[in-house]
């Protein structure tokens, strides 16, 4: 069982910079894919943000925030990173990590462990 923690969220101004970030219970992290994910007000589906491989390297991320998101992961901290810049109103959002044993993937119903949620909130 992998526990996730996320933090680092709160109240940003548009244009704006945050970072979050993911604490793993589990000391094999390395061998985890990691997702970030949000959940906006008043939808119900989760929005894949991005995906990065256990062993790190090049992340990949959904057209909305390319450009502007960067994930990173420090294995030997057991931590996951999402750095958020030139944030809009529209990045308001639950940012959810996520974790899987096997391979990143855009949809959530392929990850196995969810962290709590952390409210990332943006105002114009």
């Known amino acids: 069982q992998v526990q996730l923690v996320e933090s680092g969220g709160g109240l940003v101004q548009a244009g704006g910079s945050l970072r979050l970030s993911c604490a793993a219970s589990e000391r094999a992290f390395s061998s985890y894919a990691m997702g970030w994910f949000r959940q906006a007000p008043g939808k119900e589906e989760r929005e894949f943000v991005g995906?990065?491989?256990?062993?790190?390297?090049?992340?990949y991320y959904a057209d909305s925030v390319k450009g502007r998101f960067t994930i990173s992961r420090d294995n030997a901290k057991n931590t996951l990173y999402l750095q958020m810049n030139s944030l809009k109103p529209e990045d308001t959002a639950v940012y959810y990590c996520?974790?899987?044993?096997?391979?990143?993937?855009?949809?959530?119903?392929?990850?196995?462990?969810w962290g709590q949620g952390t409210q990332v909130t943006v105002s114009s």
């Open positions: 995906a990065i491989a256990g062993s790190g390297g090049s992340a």
């Open positions: 996520a974790a899987d044993l096997f391979y990143t993937s855009s949809y959530p119903s392929n990850y196995d462990y």
